[in-house]
T-cell receptor
Framework: DAGVIQSPRHEVTEMGQEVTLRCKPI?????LFWYRQTMMRGLELLIY????????DSGMPEDRFSAKMPNASFSTLKIQPSEPRDSAVYFC????????????????FGEGSRLTVL | GNSVTQMEGPVTLSEEAFLTINCTYT??????LFWYVQYPGEGLQLLLK?????DKGSNKGFEATYRKETTSFHLEKGSVQVSDSAVYFC????????????FGKGTLLTVNP
């Protein structure tokens, strides 16, 4: 299995530009998560989906951020317009479906997309 | 709400030293507890987990015991190696049919030869 695949690995853009980050979860996993990692705040959960449906987006910073999961094998996180404070590493993670206690389920992370907004 | 507090880093040790990284939590209900590790330039990967009180998770020489009375899940290793240098995250999940992990801020460990 190829694991969770994220693209791009690195993105440098200018303030005001639109940024789209992409994620392909592990086949068969029904839960997908977007996290943001910064030195100041650590790992923050932005949004998570179960069976392609957004379950909790309370971590999305503001209206400039949006996420979609049009099918079980693809998700995007979009920032429009981007700002320098959005600079961070964005991780996508997937996990197996619900059923059984959560402790029996593990999250699998991609290698992250490092975003720099100048 | 749920929260995880782990010791601030960075932690620097010599090879073969004993490691402890403290982790305490606040949660509603009965959480499952996890330690994830992030090697340089990589995503997080599960190191070990415990799903109920007094359970001990272990992997690669690392251990952590779920202590409900002290709401703790401290990570230990008897003899660290240079290859253990990484960032370690404590996390919890309170489950349900839809679940999410709450992470601590991470502790950077550097092991010198």
């Amino acid at each position: 299995d190829a694991g969770v695949i994220q693209s791009p690995r690195h993105e440098v853009t200018e303030m005001g530009q639109e940024v789209t980050l992409r994620c392909k979860p592990i086949s068969g996993h029904n839960s997908l998560f977007w996290y943001r990692q910064t030195m100041m705040r650590g790992l923050e959960l932005l949004i998570y989906f179960n069976n392609n449906v957004p379950i909790d987006d309370s971590g999305m910073p503001e209206d400039r951020f949006s996420a979609k999961m049009p099918n079980a094998s693809f998700s995007t996180l979009k920032i429009q317009p981007s700002e320098p404070r959005d600079s961070a590493v964005y991780f996508c993670a997937s996990g197996p479906s619900s059923g059984g206690r959560s402790g029996n389920r593990e999250l699998f992370f991609g290698e992250g997309s490092r975003l720099t907004v100048l | 709400g749920n929260s995880v507090t782990q010791m601030e880093g960075p932690v620097t040790l010599s090879e073969e030293a004993f490691l402890t990284i403290n982790c305490t939590y606040t949660a509603t209900g009965y959480p499952s507890l996890f330690w994830y590790v992030q090697y340089p330039g990589e995503g997080l990967q599960l190191l070990l987990k415990a799903t109920k009180a007094d359970d001990k998770g272990s992997n690669k020489g690392f251990e952590a015991t779920y202590r409900k009375e002290t709401t703790s899940f401290h990570l230990e290793k008897g003899s660290v190696q240079v290859s253990d240098s990484a960032v370690y995250f404590c996390a919890l999940s309170t489950g349900g049919s839809n679940y999410k992990l709450t992470f601590g801020k991470g502790t950077l460990l550097t092991v010198n030869p």
